[in-house]
């Protein structure tokens, strides 16, 4: 089992800048792709952006240009930069990770409990 936590969500005013963090443990043996996935009220979730154990990243149109994901394959620990925030952005920020428990095995994918990111306007 793989447990993810995430931190770093809060009230912010349009403009400003959050940082997102989410850390993985438990019984690990490869990690994947790991992301952030976002949902506002009465919205679909929609995946904000993405990268891989090699670094290859990707971001919704959305967040390009205002947004950075990184990160730390030591720490098992990934993190989404938020800057130039919108009263859009506020929704439940969720982290994910794709966790082989083997090499000849298909990855699952966790998730973490959401943190809640509020930009006011």
């Known amino acids: 089992q793989v447990q993810l936590v995430e931190s770093g969500g809060g009230l912010v005013q349009a403009g400003g800048s959050l940082r997102l963090s989410c850390a993985a443990s438990g019984s690990i043996f490869i990690i994947n792709a790991m992301g952030w996935t976002r949902q506002a009220p009465g ?3 929609e ?3 993405g990268i891989t154990s ?3 990243i990707a971001y919704a149109d959305s967040v390009k240009g205002r947004f950075t ?3 730390d394959n030591a720490k098992n620990t990934v993190y989404l930069q938020m800057n130039s925030l ?3 952005d506020s929704a439940v920020y969720y982290c994910s990770a794709d966790h082989k428990a ?3 095995v298909s990855p699952t ?3 973490g409990q959401g943190t809640q990111v509020t930009v006011s306007s």
């Open 69 to 71: 994901i990184s990160r």
């Open 102 to 104: 083997d090499r000849g």
């Open 109 to 111: 994918r966790y998730w």
């Open 54 to 56: 090699g670094g290859r």
């Open 47 to 49: 995946l904000v952006a």
């Open 86 to 88: 919108k009263p859009e």
């Open 43 to 45: 919205k679909q979730r």
